[in-house]
């Protein structure tokens, strides 16, 4: 199988990515391995979703791949996923793209001029369809930021408006490019922090680094 690994940046995967030997594309920013079977393409795309989106859409205009993956940090607004927990994102939405009136702000989906099953939009949302369940990780609903959320009026606002278990600042854009490429897909993310008010200090960016290079070593030998 010919897959492509999707990261924001090397270091929430190192572990994994020093594992094996990756020879550089000629004039992309694709790395290419084997691994088991699988012919692994791996993808740094630079973080937020301006990046993702344009590096993504630039490497499958032009290569095919039978699947893709995005793998990286994520903080959880579920006190039931553990930091170093592994989870299976398989909903997104943009958290912070819409519109303000006064206090209030009006996410994407409630604008009047937006179609909320606009392709790939699915009842206003981005979903993974028809996707093989993962054995021992639990899925998630995800909300992609430009700003990732460090106080507790945001917090408070993500909260009301949507269902979201996780946050990251690429997810949405890689689910929005596979999607329109129908490539089958996976997000997965490991928890390195609670969304609350901004405290670096409770973060653990070790334990989900781990967590998630293990997951991957095994992902790609049992697949």
């Known amino acids: 199988m010919k897959i492509l690994l999707v990261t924001a940046t090397d270091d929430e995967i190192r572990p994994f990515l020093n594992a094996y030997q990756w020879m550089r594309h ?15 393409h791996h993808l740094t795309t630079g973080p937020g979703i301006m990046a993702t989106t ?21 903080g959880s607004y579920n006190r039931q996923f553990k930091i ?9 939405e943009i958290g912070d793209i819409g519109a303000e009136n006064d206090h209030q702000f009006i996410p994407l989906r409630d604008l ?13 949302k981005l979903q993974n369809p028809d996707q093989e369940p993962l054995p021992n990780i639990p899925n998630a609903n995800g909300i992609t930021v430009n700003r990732v ?23 949405a854009a890689f689910f929005y490019a596979t999607l ?13 922090n609670k969304v609350q008010k901004r405290n670096p200090a409770l973060w653990d960016m070790n334990a989900a680094r781990n967590a998630l290079s293990d997951f991957l070593q095994e992902f790609f030998k049992t697949h």
Request: charge should be negative; proline fraction near 2%.
């Open 26 to 40: 000629s004039e992309t920013l694709l790395f290419q391995t084997q691994i088991a079977e699988h012919e692994v």
């Open 149 to 171: 959320t460090g106080c507790e009026h945001t917090i408070k606002i993500n909260k009301e408006l949507f269902e979201a278990d996780v946050e990251s600042m690429e997810g």
């Open 84 to 92: 170093g927990q592994v989870v299976n994102v398989v909903q997104e």
């Open 180 to 192: 329109l490429n129908n490539i089958d897909f996976y997000q997965l993310r490991a928890i390195s």
């Open 54 to 74: 344009f590096h993504l859409a630039t490497i499958l205009a032009s290569h095919q791949f039978d699947l893709a993956i995005n793998a990286g940090f994520a």
């Open 112 to 124: 009047p001029f937006f179609d909320e099953n606009w392709r790939p939009y699915s009842n206003g």
